[in-house]
């Protein structure tokens, strides 16, 4: 199974933990080109996609924001929610019109306070996501970036 799916919800929480969140979730949506949060904005809030497709992106100073990573259904958008100082450290657009399950960022962190299992589960799960999309964000910025040697260079 590719990390990717690995870390959609319904494979990466237990049934019990996954309907607990779901209970305190809203149904949201967004139109084609709707952004969902800008990198530095304050994060109070995160998704997990039901349909349609949302692209992070990241700020580099002078060029148009570069794709890091393309969402689709299950997928967890939003992760600097669960990390202080809940700044959002990438944007996000909806690439597609967007169907999601929108959760309160407070509501989610005081049910992880109150209960040490669910908040170890969710913690988890959002740390496995965070690593992923650092990585991609690396990968996406050296394929980018990155000094590229050709045949005659070597």
């Known amino acids: 199974m590719p990390p990717s799916i690995a870390l959609r ?5 237990p049934a019990e933990h996954r309907e607990r969140l779901l209970r305190v979730g809203r149904e949201a949506a967004f139109p084609q080109g709707s952004r969902l949060f800008e990198e530095g904005g304050h994060a109070n809030r995160f ?11 990241i700020h580099v100073p002078g060029r148009r924001p570069p794709v890091v990573e393309t969402l689709v259904v299950g997928d967890l958008l939003g992760w600097s929610w669960l990390y202080e100082p809940f700044v959002w450290q990438l944007g996000a657009e909806a ?6 399950y929108e959760f309160d960022a407070v509501a989610v ?3 992880c306070l109150d209960d040490p299992e669910f908040g170890r589960v969710v913690e988890h799960w959002v740390g496995r996501v965070l ?3 650092l990585n991609a964000a690396r990968a ?3 394929d980018l ?3 590229h040697e050709t045949k005659d260079e070597r």
Do not use: E, F, K, Q
């Not at 919800?9 to 929480?13: F, G, K, P, V």
């Not at 998704?47 to 992106?57: H, P, Q, V």
């Not at 690439?95 to 999601?100: M, N, S």
């Open 109 to 111: 962190r005081l049910m």
């Open 145 to 147: 970036y990155g000094v």
């Open 9 to 13: 919800m319904n494979h990466a929480l």
């Open 95 to 100: 690439v597609t019109p967007l169907h999601a």
């Open 140 to 142: 996406r910025l050296v």
């Open 47 to 57: 998704w997990i996609i039901r349909s349609g497709t949302a692209a992070l992106d």
């Open 131 to 133: 690593a992923h999309r």
